[in-house]
């Protein structure tokens, strides 16, 4: 059995892995998105996967402020920029490109200014 930091890592990607595929994510995305927005821990693949199943699951209901889901817009901006920055390997830094990418055809509200941030 292993032990120590990284295996306790592993637990945590594979136990946020399986939440994210399962129905359960759709209706409580919120509670783990706000957990990686707290973390310190580089859990970038995971990251990008939550923020792209989130994308995916509320579509453009993300852009219509009216709707629960813009509220968590921000929290999904920052986490796919900070995963950009985190980024060692090339198929996470493209992830996270197509992800803003996706984030800007959709017109959520704050991309263009997490992006004009970024850029100084």
């Excluded at 129905?23 to 859990?43: C, G, M, P, S």
């Excluded at 990251?47 to 989130?54: D, H, I, N, V």
């Amino acid at each position: 059995m292993a032990s120590g930091k990284g295996a306790v890592q592993g637990q945590i990607r594979t136990l946020i892995e399986q939440f994210v595929d399962s129905r359960a994510f759709a209706d409580n995305y919120h509670h783990l998105l706000h957990a990686l927005e707290q973390t310190t821990a580089k859990i970038t693949k995971v990251t990008l996967l939550a923020c792209e199943r989130f994308v995916d699951v509320t579509g453009t209901q993300a852009a219509d402020i009216s709707t629960r889901h813009a509220g968590e817009v921000n929290t999904v901006i920052q986490l796919t920029m900070r995963a950009y920055q985190q980024s060692s390997e090339k198929a996470d830094t493209a992830k996270s490109l197509d992800l803003i990418d996706r984030l800007m055809e959709l017109g959520v509200y704050g991309i263009d200014k997490a992006l004009e941030n970024f850029e100084r």
